[in-house]
């Protein structure tokens, strides 16, 4: 008899999860169509320090879709130099390139820093860096409408 528990349906959900989120996001990357927001926050429960990233996107129909990318317990120090490591972590596993992927963040210090150690583009509110987006689109003649992906 097979057994199969909770905890190895949660891993193989995840596994399915991130792999449809990065064929969904595979075009989109290549095409330059991407922003990022990364946030870094504290829970007021726990005080808890977690850092986060959402990713928006135009797909091949032009609709501009965001959904949650990583979300992940922060444990280090909040120096710039943490918050770049397992930002450039993030950009590996989903093959963002460096340089070109606006990243919206707040203007906190440790953030600023991590984002300027190798000169990300950088914008200090979402409007400007959906923005960004919407013009690279409109510089391609293409439509746009806002949808939502929930993750």
Known sequence: MLMVNEKILGINCIHDHLKHLRSLLEEPIKQHCVSVT???WIDDLWKRTYLDFTIFFANNISELNHTLLQYTHFEEEKSGINIWYETEEIF?????SFGDTPVNTYQGSNMVKALSLTG???YSSLYQSDNALLAL???RDEQHRL???DP
């Open 38 to 40: 990364a946030d870094l």
């Open 137 to 139: 689109l409109r510089q």
């Open 147 to 149: 949808v939502r992906i």
């Open 92 to 96: 590996k596993s989903f093959n963002l």
């Open 120 to 122: 990300e583009v950088r």
